[in-house]
């Protein structure tokens, strides 16, 4: 499974930004996708995270009530919608997707290669 994240940039604080990310090769193997972030001097957190149908959501409680994630099976890509933006979001978002359980927290086997997200105050 490769992943190409796209969607990341400059914004103010307050701001909004919207995460792409669209998985190719072995799709069928996945089930499910998720966002990861790492700020400079931090470990790698888990934002956000979907089933492979959608119905069942996680996220970190940073991301509660501020990001949504949704996904389009047909075209096998995860999004992060991004709103009321704050400088701590800074950091390297990463697409991933999980081949290994139906879990929505652990087991994560693939990774993009990330996208910058920059929140200026």
């Known amino acids: 499974v490769q992943l190409q994240a796209s969607g990341g940039g400059l914004v103010q604080a307050g701001g909004s930004l919207r995460l792409s990310c669209v998985a190719s090769?072995?799709?069928?193997?996945?089930?499910?996708m998720g966002w990861f972030r790492q700020a400079p001097g931090k470990e790698r957190e888990l934002v956000g995270s979907i089933s492979l149908s959608g119905a069942r959501t996680y996220y970190s409680d940073s991301a509660k009530g501020r990001f949504t994630i949704s996904r389009n099976i047909r075209e096998s890509a995860v999004y992060l919608q991004m709103n009321i933006l704050k400088p701590d979001d800074t950091a390297l978002y990463y697409c991933s997707a999980n081949s290994r359980s139906y879990d929505l927290t652990t087991g994560f086997t693939h990774w993009g290669q990330g996208t910058q997200v920059t929140v200026s105050s």
């Open positions: 090769g072995r799709t069928g193997s996945i089930y499910g």
